[in-house]
């Protein structure tokens, strides 16, 4: 079972920066990547950022201003927004490809398959 919890989410103007933070618990299997995502109304969910094997990678709609890292030692996954604009309003959701359970989505060649429950981040302009 994998546990995945969102934390740092809010409203900003335009120009502002948040940062969302993921706690992550494993009791049985490895975790060996980790993202975000985000979905707004009438959208389709957006992989934006993961981190992999110390890699990273980014969707085109947030690169240059949004900045994953991640501790291992505290299991922990940060999403640093800056410059954020009225249409990064969404529910962001953390997730995580547990290790021998199947694929829901894959997004940077990481097969996700735990999510959490999800932060809110509003933009206004």
């Known amino acids: 079972q994998v546990r995945l919890m969102e934390s740092g989410g809010g409203s900003v103007p335009a120009g502002g920066s948040l940062r969302l933070s993921c706690a992550a618990s494993s009791y049985t299997r490895k975790i060996d990547c980790m993202g975000w995502f985000r979905q707004s109304p009438g959208k389709e969910r957006e992989g934006i950022a993961t981190?992999?094997?110390?890699?990273?990678y980014y969707a085109d709609s947030v690169k240059g201003r949004f900045t994953i890292s991640q501790d291992n030692a505290k299991d922990t996954v940060s999403l640093q927004m800056n410059s954020l604009k009225p249409e990064d309003t969404a529910i962001y959701y953390c997730?995580?490809?547990?290790?021998?359970?199947?694929?829901?989505?894959?997004?940077?060649?990481?097969?996700?398959?735990?999510w959490g429950q999800g932060t809110q981040v509003t933009v206004s302009s």
């Open positions: 981190i992999k094997g110390g890699r990273t």
């Open positions: 997730a995580a490809r547990a290790v021998g359970r199947l694929p829901q989505d894959v997004t940077h060649g990481c097969g996700y398959n735990s």
